[in-house]
């Protein structure tokens, strides 16, 4: 009974390597599976571009700085999604610093104008005690229209719309409950009379009221482009910041460097992996060659989870999944080392590898329980580098205790096993 449930053990664990083999190796085409797991990388792996701005706090009181800073990237953040960047980077550093990191963007400027600039929308009717001039061409409209107190901050969500007639590019602007009173308010009183709608500053339509519009609903006309009506449409929905920011630094980093960055890592890998197996087979012998092909089922394992989850991929991350690489190394040699003591009391070896695995794994549990917590405690406080550092050892960590818990003790009985059915 015993050496069955070994055998099913050992089967699920081949089993599992093998299809964590498939998706770390993108070979699922060789069994018709549509599904593709690519590695997700960061920056500084990946290439793009990375910003620094600075939020002008002079007008903000100082126990409110920090939930205006919090505004200010939950603003860029929705500007950075429209931008359509996989896994963009926005956090605050110190009090009046954000760092906006947008890995495969390579168009800095065009990610600088989707970040900084705010368009302001702003409705205004006209200024009764206004005397126009003769000249049509000297009307000044910033002061032929007055504001009205309905503007893009009473904005719920805006998107694009097609004229029926002519197919033109329209904005479709729905407004919040207080925009809609406003523009209830607004158009009630200037039936027959021109609204205008202004754009930064500048007029781009004045339709004639022709009756109050209650649904709170407009549309904005224009000589738009489809890919300025969108623009336009996402910069509306994304919001206006709560204050003024300033561009202190732009960096990008080219995809040659990244690409260096991941040959330099992976062969750093390659180096340690391989040192640590020689270690472990010449001091160990053949249950050192059992840690090695378990640690090989690790690594799949851990790659895979990289994958599916997935986890951005950054220099730190790819350090804290080798640290964590040592750590799984660190368990099986606690576990031989106590089987070692076993066997020299004069247990046979089934029962020395049972008390081996029972002494060690209060070690092997503290310690690990002990690093997670660090692990946490530097994913709650610390910057996104660091964050990617301790995600990568949390998840190596996990699976470490599983692979040398689990996956190296079914090795070893399963020898066990054959060994003495030799000797039967």
């Not at 207080?178 to 009630?188: D, I, P, R, S, V």
């Not at 180096?271 to 160990?284: D, K, N, Q, S, T």
Request: net charge neutral; proline share 5%; with cysteine.
């Amino acid at each position: 009974m015993l050496k069955t449930q070994i055998y099913v053990k050992f089967g699920v664990i081949i089993i599992l390597a093998v299809v964590a083999g498939f998706i770390v190796a993108d070979k699922f085409d060789l069994v018709r599976v549509p599904w593709k797991f690519p590695f997700r990388l960061g920056l500084d792996l990946q290439g793009g571009t990375h910003l620094v701005y600075e939020g002008n706090l002079e007008k903000i009181p100082s126990g409110d700085r920090d939930d205006a800073m919090a505004s200010v990237r939950e603003v860029i953040e929705r500007r950075v999604n429209a931008f359509g960047v996989t896994e963009p980077v926005v956090q605050v550093a110190g009090n009046d610093r954000l760092i906006v990191e947008l890995p495969g963007i390579r168009d800095v400027q065009g990610a600088i104008r989707q970040i900084g600039l705010t368009p302001f929308l702003e409705f205004r009717e006209l200024d009764p005690g206004y005397a126009a001039p003769d000249d049509p061409e000297q009307i000044d409209p910033g002061k032929q229209f007055k504001p009205t107190g309905l503007s893009g901050k009473q904005l719920k969500k805006a998107e694009i719309i097609f004229d029926q007639q002519t197919g033109s590019p329209q904005i479709s602007l729905q407004f919040n409950d207080e925009g809609k009173t406003l523009f209830a308010e607004l158009t009630a009183r200037n039936v027959g009379k021109p609204v205008a709608i202004f754009l930064d500053g500048a007029i781009i339509s004045a339709p004639t009221v022709q009756q109050e519009i209650t649904a709170g609903s407009a549309v904005i006309t224009g000589n738009f482009t489809i890919d300025e009506a969108k623009q336009l449409a996402e910069r509306l929905n994304a919001g206006a910041l709560p204050v003024p920011i300033r561009l202190l630094e732009q960096k990008t980093i080219g995809p040659s460097l990244g690409q260096v960055s991941v040959e330099k890592s992976v062969l750093a890998g390659l180096i340690g992996f391989v040192a640590v197996a020689l270690f472990m087979i010449a001091f160990y012998r053949w249950p050192g060659l059992l840690a090695v092909l378990a640690l090989c089922v690790y690594v799949l394992v851990t790659l895979a989870i990289f994958k599916l989850i997935p986890v951005t991929l950054t220099l730190a991350g790819i350090a804290g999944f080798i640290l964590s690489v040592g750590m799984a190394v660190d368990a099986n040699i606690l576990i031989f080392e106590r089987t070692r003591e076993e066997l020299r009391a004069g247990l046979a070896p089934e029962r020395a590898l049972a008390e081996g695995f029972r002494r060690a794994w209060s070690s092997i549990r503290d310690s690990n329980v002990s690093s997670l917590i660090t692990v946490l405690i530097l994913a709650y406080f610390g910057a996104s580098l660091i964050r990617g550092f301790a995600l990568t050892l949390g998840i190596g960590i996990v699976v470490s205790m599983f692979t040398a818990i689990i996956v190296t003790r079914t090795f070893l009985q399963l020898t066990n096993a054959f060994r003495n059915k030799r000797h039967d």
